[in-house]
């Protein structure tokens, strides 16, 4: 025997999940696991109608249906807006807890109202991270960070390095080669003069 059929929602709210599924009873069957959170799905099956011999009979027919794909989909999209519409009512518990009188809510919870509250207005507080890295050089790295920096400054690096034990002399830099091409003029006949005496 059936129990008391649950009522399905108006056709305009209906979700593309919900509405895709084949029979009214499954859309009942929805409705009624969501609006009793899950609890007793062969209730819930009952309630939308299906009719069972026994409890056995009802259990596994729930669980067939509670598992189908596109019946999860509906439950998902029903409990969403489910916790959707009960966002007016979780914020107004909060907002009575904070500004309750009674002795027996205590300050803590309070303080834990209060900090849910403001974290979810933007009056969150801050965190702040501090990042220390180190970069170790080696004898080398120093030494080239010191020559680049004397000859940004125009300094001959061997004043900055001294007699520290470098050597400084291998730091001279070998001198550039002046390599000028000799100009060779050509004669009024094209021909070019010289030439014969490099060859």
Same mark, same amino acid.
């Given at each position: 025997?059936?129990?008391?059929?649950?009522a #399905?929602?108006?056709?305009?709210?209906?979700?593309?999940?919900?509405?895709? #599924?084949?029979?009214? $009873?499954?859309r009942?069957?929805?409705?009624?696991?969501?609006?009793q959170?899950? $609890? *007793?799905a062969s209730?819930a099956?009952?309630?939308a109608?299906?009719? &069972?011999a026994?409890?056995?009979?009802?259990r @596994?027919? /729930?669980?067939r249906?509670?598992?189908? !794909?596109a019946?999860? /989909? !509906?439950?998902?999209?029903? =409990?969403?807006?489910?916790?959707?519409a !009960?966002?007016? !009512?979780?914020t107004?518990?909060?907002v009575?807890?904070l *500004? =309750?009188?009674?002795? *027996?809510?205590?300050?803590?919870?309070? #303080? %834990?109202?209060?900090?849910?509250?403001m974290?979810?207005t933007?009056?969150h507080?801050?965190?702040?991270? @501090?990042?220390?890295?180190?970069k170790? #050089?080696?004898?080398? +790295?120093?030494?080239?960070?010191?020559?680049?920096?004397a +000859? %940004?400054?125009g300094i001959?690096? %061997?004043?900055?390095l001294?007699n520290a034990g470098?050597?400084? &002399?291998?730091?001279? %830099?070998?001198?550039?080669?002046?390599?000028t091409?000799?100009?060779?003029?050509?004669?009024?006949?094209?021909? @070019? &003069?010289?030439?014969?005496?490099?060859?």
């Amino acid at each position: 025997m059936p129990e008391t059929q649950v009522a #399905l929602p108006d056709e305009g709210e209906w979700g593309p999940a919900f509405a895709a #599924l084949p029979s009214d $009873r499954q859309r009942m069957f929805v409705v009624a696991l969501v609006d009793q959170g899950g $609890r *007793n799905a062969s209730r819930a099956y009952r309630e939308a109608g299906y009719t &069972a011999a026994n409890e056995n009979v009802a259990r @596994v027919g /729930a669980h067939r249906l509670s598992h189908d !794909a596109a019946v999860q /989909a !509906a439950i998902r999209e029903q =409990s969403f807006k489910r916790m959707g519409a !009960a966002g007016l !009512a979780a914020t107004s518990f909060l907002v009575d807890v904070l *500004n =309750s009188d009674d002795p *027996n809510v205590k300050v803590g919870t309070k #303080l %834990k109202a209060a900090a849910m509250i403001m974290n979810r207005t933007g009056l969150h507080e801050t965190t702040e991270h @501090v990042v220390t890295t180190e970069k170790k #050089l080696n004898e080398q +790295e120093k030494i080239d960070r010191i020559i680049l920096t004397a +000859e %940004k400054l125009g300094i001959d690096p %061997k004043t900055l390095l001294g007699n520290a034990g470098y050597n400084v &002399a291998a730091l001279e %830099k070998p001198k550039a080669i002046d390599i000028t091409p000799s100009v060779v003029n050509p004669n009024v006949d094209g021909s @070019v &003069a010289g030439l014969e005496d490099l060859l």
